[in-house]
C-alpha cells in the first residue's frame, strides 16, 4: 500500500486537535459544529451530478460534495471515526466513474470550462479540496483505489488544467492563484512533486507565473488586494492554505518571510478594511454583505496567529467569528482566546486608520481608512479610492467615498449588479447592468463630469492610471483627513478630492467634511451624487415630485436613474433624511453661482428588474474650475415603537467656499457654537511646508497640508 499523509497535519497535531473534542473551546465548538454539518449532508443520498445552470443544483452539489469531503477527511484524521473515511472514498469512487464521462460544460462562460462546473475556477476549487480530503484518507485505501482515483480523476484534472488550459494557468488573478494551489497541492497528494515546483514558479519555472508571482504583483507592499475587499476575502483562502504548504513541504521559500512578509500582511491588509460590524466595504464588484465570518478570513485569521502572533484585535476577531480554522493553526488561536478570557473579557477588534498602498511596489495609488470614535464608543469610518482600478473587477470611481457609522453604511457602495447563485437571474452570473450602471461613474459617491463615465470606460485606459495620494492624517482627536488626485480619468481635467472627519464637543459624532476640486478648461457640468438609504426628511429649497418620472439620461449609468424630484438651490442646500434610527443631515455648496439638486431611484430601462430599486441625490453645478464643499452631519435618535424624536435638526448651519485656486482651497462652516475655518492646499506639500493665500483681501496662513481654526460663538443671554 502507498504511504500518503495528510498535507496539512502532523500526527502530534492530529493529537492536539483530537483533545479538543467535547471541548468548550473555540476549537471545540468548531469541531463540533462540523461534525454536527456533515453528519446532516451524510445522511444524504450520494449524489454526483451532471452539468447544470450556474448556481443550480448541479454545480451546488458538487461544492457541496468539495466541502464535505474536505471535512470528512480531517475529521477522520481527528476521530478516527472508520465512516468518516468511507464518506470520502465513497464519493472519490463515484467520481472517478463519471468524471472522464462528462464533457466540457455545455454552458459557455467568458472563462474556460470544466468538466464539472461552468468555469474552471470552481474546478480549481474543487480539485483543492478534493486532493486535501484524498490525503487524509489514502492510508486506508487499497493501492488500486489510489491508483484508479490518480487516473481517472487527478492525472486528467493536473492535464487540463497546465496543458489544456495552460495559457490560463499563469494568469496574474485571484482565478490564478487557485489554480496554482489547486495543482501543488494535488500534485503533493499524488506524490508528483514536479506539479508543485510548477505551483510555485509557473509552467515554465522562470518565475513568469506561479504562486510566487502572483503574491509578488497582486498584493501591494501594504498587502493589500487590487481587485478590492471582496475578491480579497476570496482569494485569501488559497493563498493562506497554499502558503501553510510551502511552509510545510519547501521550508527554503521561507513563505511567511517572502517579500516582506507579504503573506501576513495581506491578511493584516483585508481585516483592516472592514467596516465596524465586520462586514466588507462593497469596492470595486463586490457583495453587500461580506463580512470577517467568511470562511476564507478565518483560515487567515488562524494563519496569521500562529505564524505572526495574536494580539488583541484577532482575538476579538475570533470571538466575532466564533469559529477557527480547524487546523493546528486555529489550535493556536483557540488557546490564545481561551487564556486572554481566563484574564478578562475580550472587547471588539479596533482597527486604527491606514492607508494602503497599490501597486507591486506600493506606488500605483492607495486606498485609504479613516477611523474615529465619538464620546459614547461609536466608530465612524471613512473610505476613499484612490488606487489602481482593479483589472476586470474594477469600478471607474476613482476618489468616491463612502461612509459607516452608527452600525450602519450611511453614504453607500451599490456593489455588484449579480444574483450570485439565484441561476434565474443569468445564472448567478454578473448581469448586464453591472456594466450599464453598477460599474458606471454615477453609481458610486464622486463627481461624474458631463454625464460621462470616468476613462470612457474603457478598462485597458482605467488600468494604465492610478490615482496620486496627497497626504493621509490620523494622529489627532480633533480632526483626521485624507487628500488625493485623479488627474487622468477625464480628458482635460484634474480632481482633487480632500475629505475630513472633525470632532467637535457640540456635535454627536465625527462631521464629515468634504471638498471637491475640478480643475480644467471651458464649462462642465458636475453632478456631485450622494447614496443614501431612508427617508428624506427635510430640505431648505423648493423642489418639485414629477408626476410623470423620465430619466436623468441617456447612457453611462444615467438610464437607469429616474428623475423622482427637482429643484433649484442657492447658498447652501440641505437634505436630511432618517435612516434606522439615526438622522443624518448633509449641506452642500459649490464656487459657481447656480445648483440644482436632483433626487432620483435606481429602476429605469431595467425591464428584468435586475437592479435594486435604490435612492440617491445629485447635486448638479455647472462651471469651470470648480470647488464643490459639503458636510454631513450625524444627529438625534429615533425611536418608531415609543414614538420618541430626538434632535431632528441638526447643529451645522452652513458651509461656504471663501476662495479657491491652484495653490488652496478654503471654506467656512458655520454651527450652533462654533464658526470653522479650514485650509487645504492644492499642491503636493510636506507636513513642515508653509502656505499663504488671500481671498477677499484676507489672508490665510498655515503649516503643512491642511489647517483648521475653530473659533467658538459667543451666545446672546
Not at 452539489?61 to 481527528?78: D, E, V
Request: proline share 3%; net charge negative.
Amino acid at each position: 500500500m502507498t504511504k500518503t499523509s495528510p498535507i496539512l497535519l502532523t500526527q502530534v497535531e492530529v493529537s492536539e486537535l483530537a483533545k479538543e473534542l467535547g471541548q468548550s473551546s473555540l476549537m471545540g465548538k468548531t469541531i463540533d459544529a462540523h461534525i454536527k454539518d456533515l453528519e446532516e449532508f451524510m445522511a444524504l443520498p450520494t449524489d454526483v451530478p451532471g452539468h447544470g445552470e450556474a448556481g443550480g443544483y448541479e454545480h451546488n452539489r458538487h461544492k457541496q460534495n468539495y466541502t464535505y469531503m474536505n471535512l470528512a477527511g480531517r475529521l477522520f484524521q481527528i476521530t478516527r471515526q472508520q465512516h468518516y473515511a468511507d464518506f470520502v472514498i465513497r464519493l472519490l469512487e463515484e467520481y472517478a466513474d463519471k468524471y472522464l464521462t462528462f464533457d466540457f460544460h455545455v454552458q459557455k462562460n467568458t472563462n474556460p470550462t470544466g468538466r464539472l462546473f461552468h468555469q474552471i475556477l470552481n474546478e480549481h476549487c474543487w480539485l483543492l479540496y478534493i486532493s486535501l480530503a484524498y490525503s487524509c484518507v489514502a492510508e486506508v485505501m487499497t493501492d488500486a483505489q489510489q491508483e484508479r482515483i490518480k487516473n481517472r480523476i487527478f492525472e486528467p484534472m493536473l492535464d487540463m488544467f497546465t496543458v489544456k488550459y495552460a495559457h490560463d494557468f499563469d494568469r496574474i488573478h485571484n482565478h490564478g492563484i487557485w489554480a496554482v494551489a489547486a495543482v501543488g497541492i494535488c500534485g503533493l497528494a499524488i506524490g508528483k512533486r514536479e506539479y508543485l515546483d510548477m505551483a510555485v514558479y509557473g509552467i515554465e519555472r522562470n518565475d513568469s507565473g506561479g504562486f510566487l508571482a502572483q503574491i509578488s504583483q497582486l498584493f501591494a507592499p501594504s498587502g493589500y488586494y487590487m481587485e478590492g475587499p471582496y475578491y480579497h476575502r476570496y482569494a485569501i483562502r488559497p493563498t493562506c492554505l497554499f502558503a501553510e504548504v510551502l511552509h510545510r513541504h519547501m521550508p527554503e521559500v521561507d513563505i511567511y518571510n517572502y517579500k516582506d512578509k507579504v503573506i501576513g500582511n495581506t491578511v493584516n491588509a483585508l481585516l483592516s478594511t472592514a467596516y465596524p460590524n465586520g462586514e466588507f466595504p462593497a469596492l470595486n464588484d463586490a457583495s453587500r454583505t461580506m463580512s470577517i465570518t467568511d470562511m476564507g478570513v478565518q483560515v487567515a485569521v488562524s494563519v496569521y496567529s500562529k505564524h505572526y502572533g495574536v494580539d488583541d484585535n484577532l482575538l476579538g476577531m475570533a470571538k466575532i467569528q466564533d469559529r477557527v480554522w480547524m487546523h493546528s493553526c486555529g489550535l493556536v488561536l483557540s488557546r490564545a482566546l481561551e487564556q486572554a478570557e481566563q484574564k478578562s473579557s475580550v472587547g471588539m477588534p479596533f482597527w486604527p486608520s491606514v492607508e494602503l498602498n497599490e501597486g507591486p511596489d506600493g506606488t500605483h495609488g492607495a486606498q485609504g481608512f479613516i477611523r474615529m470614535q465619538d464620546k459614547k464608543g461609536d466608530v465612524s469610518q471613512l473610505v476613499m479610492n484612490y488606487g489602481q482600478h482593479g483589472m476586470g473587477h474594477g469600478n471607474f470611481d476613482t476618489l468616491g467615498i463612502s461612509f459607516f457609522n452608527r452600525g450602519q453604511e450611511v453614504l453607500r457602495e451599490y456593489g455588484f449588479a449579480r444574483w450570485v447563485n439565484v441561476e434565474p437571474k443569468f445564472g448567478g452570473r454578473y448581469l448586464d447592468e453591472n456594466k450599464s450602471y453598477a460599474r458606471q461613474t454615477i453609481a458610486h459617491n464622486a463627481v461624474t463630469v458631463d454625464e460621462k463615465c470616468q476613462n470612457n470606460f474603457d478598462v485597458a485606459r482605467a488600468d494604465s492610471v492610478h490615482g496620486t495620494p496627497h497626504f493621509f492624517s490620523a494622529d489627532s482627536d480633533v480632526i483626521s483627513g485624507m487628500s488625493a488626485f485623479a488627474n487622468q480619468h477625464y480628458d482635460g481635467l484634474s480632481m482633487q478630492r480632500s475629505v475630513f472627519m472633525l470632532a467637535l464637543d457640540e456635535l454627536e459624532s465625527p462631521l464629515l467634511i468634504d471638498l471637491y476640486r475640478l480643475a480644467g478648461e471651458g464649462e462642465h457640468q458636475y453632478d456631485y451624487s450622494h447614496q443614501y438609504e431612508g427617508q428624506i426628511i427635510r430640505t431648505n429649497f423648493d423642489y418639485q415630485s414629477h408626476q410623470e418620472v423620465s430619466t436623468l439620461g441617456a447612457d453611462n449609468g444615467y438610464q437607469h436613474l429616474w428623475n423622482i424630484a427637482s429643484g433649484k438651490t442657492s447658498d447652501t442646500a440641505l437634505v436630511s433624511w432618517l435612516q434606522n434610527n439615526t438622522y443624518y443631515t448633509w449641506l452642500g455648496t459649490s464656487s459657481n453661482d447656480s445648483s440644482e439638486v436632483f433626487f432620483t431611484r435606481t429602476g429605469a430601462n431595467d425591464p428584468s428588474f435586475n437592479l435594486r430599486s435604490e435612492p440617491a441625490f445629485i447635486y448638479r453645478t455647472h462651471g469651470k474650475t470648480s470647488l464643490l464643499a459639503s458636510v454631513l452631519e450625524t444627529h438625534g435618535y429615533f425611536n418608531e415603537e415609543f414614538e420618541q424624536s430626538v434632535n431632528a435638526r441638526g447643529k451645522v448651519s452652513s458651509i461656504k467656499v471663501l476662495g479657491h485656486n491652484d495653490v488652496a482651497s478654503v471654506v467656512q462652516i458655520f454651527t450652533a457654537n462654533s464658526l470653522i475655518i479650514l485650509m487645504v492646499c492644492n499642491q503636493l506639500t510636506t507636513a513642515t511646508s508653509q502656505h499663504s493665500v488671500t481671498f477677499n483681501q484676507i489672508n490665510y496662513q498655515w503649516t503643512g497640508p491642511y489647517a483648521v481654526d475653530i473659533t467658538a460663538i459667543k451666545q446672546e443671554k
